[in-house]
């Protein structure tokens, strides 16, 4: 499966500006364009936890439209107030496990780190997800190579990659891995 999860960056931030009714109403904005992209991509949601959405998709070519797609939406979207919703999101693909409490496993866990270390704004993808859609990618998407980063609580370093596209944002502050500061050689060597 190709792991898809999605957070919006400053969430507690926004919802102290905007007020409790109006925040709302941009989560339920949110919702609606994410779950929009999700079934025209053949997506399926696993879950959603406050502003986060856990999904999966069979395809990753499909992961990689829908999340350029929802990031253009994000974008377009005339949110209140004036503000801008930035959404980071995390791909990758492995295999997991599922009971009745949905799925799990080690690389539903990378996936879920992988997100937590991107910007507002921001796709990564593992080296995994970025090899099954480097020769596939949707016109005028191309993959950025950010290097090798450790993420919490994984052992090995993650080589990770940016999905860019026209319309996106193309430059981000440093990821927020263990290695911030630290160049790809440092993490090498250890």
């Known amino acids: 499966l190709t792991f898809l999860f999605t957070d919006?960056?400053?969430?507690?931030?926004?919802?102290?500006?905007?007020?409790?009714?109006?925040?709302?109403?941009?989560?339920?904005?949110?919702?609606?364009?994410?779950?929009?992209?999700?079934?025209?991509?053949?997506?399926?949601?696993?879950?959603?936890?406050?502003?986060?959405?856990?999904?999966?998709?069979?395809?990753?070519?499909?992961?990689?439209?829908?999340?350029?797609?929802?990031?253009?939406?994000?974008?377009?979207?005339?949110?209140?107030?004036?503000?801008?919703?930035?959404?980071?999101?995390?791909?990758?693909?492995?295999?997991?496990?599922?009971?009745?409490?949905?799925?799990?496993?080690?690389e539903v866990h990378r996936a879920a780190r992988i997100a937590a270390v991107a910007r507002g704004g921001q796709i990564l993808l593992s080296a995994t997800a970025a090899g099954l859609v480097r020769d596939w990618l949707p016109a005028g998407a191309s993959l950025r190579d950010l290097g090798l980063h450790r993420l919490k609580d994984l052992g090995r370093p993650e080589q990770i990659f940016q999905l860019q596209g026209e319309g996106l944002q193309f430059e981000f502050p440093p990821l927020r891995s263990l290695d911030t500061g630290r160049t790809a050689l440092d993490v090498r060597a250890q």
């Open 8 to 106: 919006i960056e400053g969430s507690t931030a926004l919802l102290k500006r905007l007020g409790e009714d109006v925040y709302a109403d941009v989560l339920a904005d949110h919702h609606s364009l994410i779950r929009s992209c999700l079934a025209t991509h053949g997506g399926r949601e696993v879950s959603t936890q406050g502003d986060g959405f856990f999904a999966v998709f069979s395809s990753p070519r499909a992961c990689a439209s829908a999340v350029i797609e929802m990031q253009r939406g994000f974008g377009a979207h005339e949110w209140p107030a004036g503000e801008q919703l930035r959404v980071r999101m995390g791909v990758h693909f492995g295999e997991a496990s599922e009971n009745v409490t949905g799925l799990y496993g080690l």
